[in-house]
């Protein structure tokens, strides 16, 4: 019998919302096993020796309890053909996803910025969206004309970018103005039925971080 992967991390997207997003695309089911709330889970979790780097996010899956993020995302993308189909295809879709890593990890430490700081780290955020890493897939579609970004089949490129897409528009709404192919891409990954569902409200995605969630990361990793 296969049980569902079930997820240990923060009420919140952070490092765990990539995995939400494949294994949502690949029509998994899954379950958040535990909400991180208090130190004390966290500090359970490491003496039952679960967090091998003592880190979250870790998905137990396959019978593995699996950590690192990157990890986690190729086991699930290699899993379920989100991956390409051979190694130079593999080699494209990672440097792509790796764009979209980049400019998460700003996505996701923005709300935690100083109050100093946060008018810098936002329009650092939306300048590299917009001048490094949406022009870099904007080519690339234009380029091949074709409807994915790699293999022209779905890959986890796809997601990834859509997922970065999403997230910075819901800081910069216009964000896409200057990329129409993007526009276009936009509106095709996010119709495919198992996104499509993601999208609904009420789905297993987190929602936008607010100062709950920033407060609870504090809390609980004592940073
Ligand atoms: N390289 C790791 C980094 C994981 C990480 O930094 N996780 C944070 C929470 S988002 C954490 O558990 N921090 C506690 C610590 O590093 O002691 C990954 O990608 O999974």
Do not use: C
């Not at 997820?7 to 958040?32: C, D, K, P, Q, S």
């Not at 003496?47 to 899956?61: K, N, R, S």
């Not at 897409?165 to 910069?172: S, T």
Request: hydrophobic share 40%; no cysteine.
């Amino acid at each position: 019998m296969t049980t569902k992967p079930r997820l240990y991390y923060f009420n919140g997207r952070g490092r765990m919302e990539t995995i939400r997003w494949l294994l949502a695309t690949a029509g998994v089911e899954f379950e958040e096993a535990e909400y991180l709330e208090t130190r004390e889970q966290y500090e359970k979790l490491l003496q039952d020796g679960a967090l091998l780097f003592q880190q979250v996010p870790m998905v137990e899956i396959d019978e593995m309890k699996l950590v690192q993020t990157r990890a986690i995302l190729n086991y699930i993308a290699g899993k379920h053909n989100l991956y390409g189909k051979d190694i130079k295809e593999r080699a494209l879709i990672d440097m792509y996803v790796e764009g979209t890593m980049d400019l998460n990890e700003m996505i996701m430490l923005y709300p935690f910025s100083s109050p100093e700081e946060k008018e810098k780290n936002f329009a650092l955020m939306i300048q590299r969206a917009t001048n490094r890493y949406f022009p870099v897939y904007e080519k690339v579609l234009k380029d091949h004309g074709q409807d994915f970004l790699v293999g022209n089949q779905l890959s986890r490129a796809d997601v990834q970018v859509l997922e970065s897409i999403l997230m910075i528009e819901e800081y910069e709404p216009t964000v896409l103005s200057e990329f129409p192919l993007l526009q276009a891409f936009k509106a095709r990954i996010s119709n495919l039925p198992t996104i499509k569902k993601f999208l609904q409200p009420g789905s297993q995605r987190r929602t936008e971080p607010d100062d709950r969630i920033v407060e609870t990361v504090n809390k609980v990793l004592q940073l």
